[in-house]
């Protein structure tokens, strides 16, 4: 018989930083995919760049699904300080039908 899927939780990070796709995913997304993978909490369904009229790209963003936002926010956050991400780099999320916004600094 099929199991019911674990709810999961929509988390949007926002990493302060001009970067490109591809170093989004080096940087960012696949040590973000293997932390979550390692710890069974989730992982990442999705990204982008958020770019000006100039072309440059003003922030990136990551999108990931979770299972446990009590233990996954932390080892997110963790793991983008470990990574380098920039002060203004932000974890969002909705708990309680409220958002919640964490500064990675």
Not at 2 to 28: F, H, L, W
Not at 29 to 53: H, I, M, Q
């Amino acid at each position: 018989a099929a199991q019911a899927a674990d709810k999961v939780y929509p988390v949007n990070i926002k990493i302060n930083e001009s970067i490109s796709s591809d170093d989004r995913g080096t940087k960012y997304e696949d040590p973000l995919a293997a932390a979550l993978k390692d710890a069974n909490l989730g992982e990442v369904v999705g990204g982008g760049n958020s770019v000006n009229k100039a072309g440059k790209v003003e922030w990136a963003g990551i999108d990931l699904e979770v299972t446990d936002l009590q233990k996954s926010i932390p080892v997110i956050k963790q793991k983008l300080i470990d990574l380098g991400a920039p002060k203004g780099s932000t974890i969002e999320y909705h708990s309680g039908g409220k958002k919640v916004v964490v500064q990675v600094q």
